[in-house]
């Protein structure tokens, strides 16, 4: 039992599903509701956000890997990343730049619902076109649909039903949540690239420009959009965090247990780093001129 025990821990592939479920819990917790009755009085930015996560930037990350010639496989990454939008991530950096926080969670609230069916109808359909090929991507669709939902969509309604029945309990408990999911999952993190570094090390130096450059089109087509419709700056650091920032925790997920390739990593962790250090440089600018 006690050998049982000591494998389940130290195998990375379960560690990692406890990570994103803990996570996508945490980021539950802060849901109420009423987030959603929110959305619909700003539709037209509703609508180019959501747009712009779901079309626009995975469309960037096809182009972006195809004309820099990228492999099959770093190609995929990006694509894997751009198709693992929101995230607790962008909600925390628009608190801290005092963006349109209600917003913020609204959106990652309604486009977490739509990646169960997005993420991998895109992925499985675009794959051949980038002659990719993986062990695992024979995966039946619904398989992944259903896979996804359970590691997000139902730790999300778990934690907004917390909330909702038991507010007290989770204003205690949800930083500790929070902070104990990313702790967990930066720990996997680092079991993950020690365990492949052969595999990653290969693909990392490739995978790093082309990856910063999705980053700084991301951000950059969320703040350009914002200007297009003409919102207010603050929504439109919400629009740049939300099209920017991306669901890391995810786009691990389907790149290990999913699809098993090993070789996806390099550009999520480059994604990943980037935007934390960039959202931190982006937020500080903007308290700086709030001051």
Known sequence: MFEFLLA??????????????????????????????????????????????????????????????????????????????????????????????????????????????????????????????????????????????????????????????????????ERWVVMDSSVLFFIVIGLLWWENWSHISASFFQAGSVTLLLLFTALGLGAGLGLLINVNQRDRFTMMMEVGIQNGALAFFIAVNSLNDMALLAPATVYTVAMVLAGAVLVFIRLKRLA
Not at 38 to 45: A, F
Not at 62 to 79: K, V
Not at 81 to 106: D, E, H, R, W
């Open 8 to 173: 389940l821990i130290f195998n990375t592939h379960t560690a990692l599903s406890a990570a994103l479920i803990l996570m996508m819990f945490a980021m539950g917790l802060g849901l109420k509701l009423a987030d959603f009755k929110g959305l619909w009085q700003s539709p037209r930015l509703l609508i180019t956000t959501v747009c712009a996560q779901l079309i626009l930037l995975p469309l960037i990350a096809l182009s972006i890997g195809l004309l820099t010639s990228s492999s099959p496989a770093i190609s995929m990454g990006l694509l894997l990343v751009a198709l693992c939008p929101s995230g607790s991530t962008s909600n925390f950096f628009c608190k801290l730049g005092q963006g349109n926080l209600a917003l913020s969670i609204s959106l990652t609230a309604v486009i977490s619902l739509v990646t169960v069916v997005s993420l991998p109808l895109i992925l499985f359909n675009v794959a051949s076109f980038l002659n990719y090929a993986a062990s695992d991507l024979s995966l039946s669709m619904l398989d992944t649909m259903r896979d996804i939902a359970m590691h997000t969509l139902l730790p999300v309604s778990v934690g907004m039903l917390c909330r909702e029945y038991k507010e007290h309990w989770v204003l205690l408990a």
